[in-house]
């Protein structure tokens, strides 16, 4: 069964960095495409970087920069470190696994952690 | 950047309805389109890739068209499971997810 699981969020003061992870099961991370999507509350989603199984990174320009994705294969997980955060960045971080074989060079997302949040305030 | 835009943003029916949700792009997406459904609390769930192509678990009542810049979700006959809110998403060019619809109890 695929599961994924994030952790690592909580509160942070503005310009504070935080770490997140995602530990999955029922799959390997390295040979597949892993992003991280975030939901400001109340709001919609929005997707905010990725990582190919042969290394390609993108970031939203929201967050490049500031944020870094990357995964320890030995781990199986996948991690955000998150730097000079901002109120703006307040958020339910959710990491997602790509959909395979899905024709497209980008990809959608096919299966979901329940999220970490990460609030941001002084 | 490509917006997407949904219509409308909330929306009101009763079950057994026929409803349709539209997605539509600031510039041609081709078909790379997905569609998914969120409940309250809970991470989004994908239902439709590739503008109409259903994943798989995903009841056939919910159907997916269009190409280019315009798009629609239909839900076949409404059920008490599917009051949620359904986001459209483009993948032609990096990703960007529309605002959402809800679709609530009339």
């Known amino acids: 069964e695929v599961q994924l699981m994030e952790s690592g969020g909580g509160l942070i003061q503005p310009g504070g960095s935080l770490k997140l992870s995602c530990v999955v099961s029922g799959f390997i991370v390295s040979s597949n495409y892993m992003t991280w999507v975030r939901q400001a509350p109340g709001k919609g989603l929005e997707w905010v970087s990725i990582i190919y199984s042969g290394g390609t990174i993108y970031y939203a320009d929201s967050v490049k920069g500031r944020f870094t994705i990357s995964r320890d294969n030995s781990k199986n997980t996948l991690y955000l470190q998150m730097n000079s955060l901002r109120a703006e960045d307040t958020a339910l971080y959710y990491c997602?696994?790509?959909?395979?074989?899905?024709?497209?060079?980008?990809?959608?997302?096919?299966?979901w952690g329940q999220g970490t949040q990460v609030t941001v305030s002084s | 950047d490509i917006q997407m835009t949904q219509s409308p943003s909330t929306l009101s029916a009763s079950v057994g309805d026929r409803v349709t949700i539209t997605c539509r792009a600031s510039?041609?997406?081709?078909?790379?389109l997905a569609w998914y459904q969120q409940k309250p609390g809970k991470a989004p769930n994908l239902l439709i890739y590739k503008a109409s192509s259903l994943q798989s678990g995903v009841p056939s009542r919910f159907s997916g068209n269009g190409a280019g810049t315009e798009f629609t979700l239909t839900i076949s006959s409404l059920q008490a499971d599917d009051f949620a809110t359904y986001y459209c998403?483009?993948?032609?060019?990096?990703?960007?997810f529309g605002q959402g619809t809800k679709v609530e109890i009339k």
């Open positions: 997602a696994r790509g959909q395979a074989n899905s024709g497209s060079y980008y990809g959608t997302f096919e299966n």
């Open positions: 510039q041609s997406i081709n078909n790379w």
């Open positions: 998403q483009q993948y032609n060019t990096f990703w960007t």
